[in-house]
């Protein structure tokens, strides 16, 4: 299981930290990541990690989000900084458990799935 919390709402330029807490499997042996989806929208890929620590980022997220794991927690986050109104929807964590690394943003990669966290950015 996954279970995202630190959702939230915050002004434009501010700050969070979501965790995605995993249990009953070592997820972050694994390709996981964070997605988000709007309303309306396909789900799209914000931050990717290997199992080395190795990260990829959407464009639009370069440079102000930045993914990491805790592998003794078996905790994966990402921490937003410069948030932008058009940052807010639903955040989800998943985990890819068929690969380790090479990990790809395309959400029908992931086979494990959280039940999402809400951000909102607004004045």
């Known amino acids: 299981q996954l279970a995202e919390s630190g959702g939230g709402l915050v002004q434009p330029g501010g700050s969070l930290r979501l965790s995605c807490v995993a249990s009953g499997y070592k997820y972050s042996r694994y390709c996981m990541g964070w997605f988000r989806q709007a309303p309306g929208k396909e789900r799209e890929g914000v931050a990717i990690?290997?199992?080395?620590?190795?990260?990829t980022y959407a464009d639009s997220v370069k440079g102000r989000f930045t993914i990491s794991k805790d592998n003794a927690k078996n905790t994966l986050y990402l921490q937003m900084n410069s948030l932008k109104p058009e940052d807010t929807t639903m955040y989800y964590c998943?985990?890819?458990?068929?690969?380790?690394?090479?990990?790809?943003?395309?959400?029908?990669?992931?086979?494990?799935w959280g039940q999402g966290t809400q951000v909102t950015v607004s004045a």
């Open positions: 998943a985990a890819d458990t068929r690969h380790w690394f090479g990990c790809a943003s395309d959400v029908h990669e992931y086979n494990y």
């Open positions: 990690i290997d199992t080395a620590g190795r990260t």
